[in-house]
T-cell receptor, first 112, second 111 residues
């Protein structure tokens, strides 16, 4: 079974803090994604990566950055957390062989 | 930029009723299409996918979807729903590595 593991299930941070969300996949997938999920808005793509050290902006990259130093790990960074970044964050990975993306369990981030 | 539109925000049905959820996308080139489901408290799971070939695709749990290229649509169907189909359903489009989702449709099935 493909496993996508996010480092935390729940996280509470203060406004202005730098926040790291980690994601690891164990299936040697080329592609990795970070989304945020908000009620009524579905999943919105923040950043994605199709190879190590490669990254592309998604639809809502502002306030976020990413890092992919190793193929299995994709990190999302909130440089200075704000309350409007309170959300559920989902990591996903997929292969170029096209079996669809596999998702982690999500990290519910609350910024206070 | 590509976009994915799901027609219904919330659908309420009785058991054994038929379900159809609409999905349209705005990209004109070659696309890969997916439907995902998220049961309460669980991960997103892949229901079915379309890459090429037969435009009628069968997935898990009795779901199917039809790709109509001329309408840029990929609608999801199930002939007879069960209470356990209560979930949120997301349509997704993959273009050039980028996987974009619609806003989702919440389906509530009443026993």
């Amino acid at each position: 079974d493909v496993k996508v593991t996010q480092s935390s299930r729940y996280l509470v941070k203060r406004t202005g803090e730098k926040v790291f969300l980690e994601c690891v996949q164990d299936m040697d997938h080329e592609n990795m994604f970070w989304y945020r999920q908000d009620p009524g808005l579905g999943l919105r793509l923040i950043y994605f990566s199709y190879d190590v050290k490669m990254k592309e902006k998604g639809d809502i990259p502002e306030g976020y950055s990413v890092s992919r130093e190793k193929k299995e790990r994709f990190s999302l960074i909130l440089e200075s957390a704000s309350t409007n970044q309170t959300s559920m964050y989902l990591c996903a990975s997929s292969s170029d062989r096209g079996k669809g993306a596999f998702f982690g369990q999500g990290t519910r981030l609350t910024v206070v | 930029a590509q976009s994915v539109s799901q027609h219904n925000h919330h659908v309420i049905l009785s058991e054994a009723a038929s379900l159809e959820l609409g999905c349209n996308y705005s990209y004109g080139g070659t696309v890969n299409l997916f439907w995902y489901v998220q049961y309460p408290g669980q991960h997103l799971q892949l229901l079915l996918k379309y890459f090429s070939g037969d435009p009628l695709v069968k997935g898990i749990k009795g779901f199917e979807a039809e790709f109509i290229k001329s309408k840029f649509s990929f609608n999801l169907r199930k002939p007879s729903v069960q209470w356990s189909d209560t979930a949120e359903y997301f349509c997704a489009v993959n273009v050039d590595y980028k996987l974009s989702f619609g806003a989702g449709t919440t389906v509530t099935v009443r026993a």
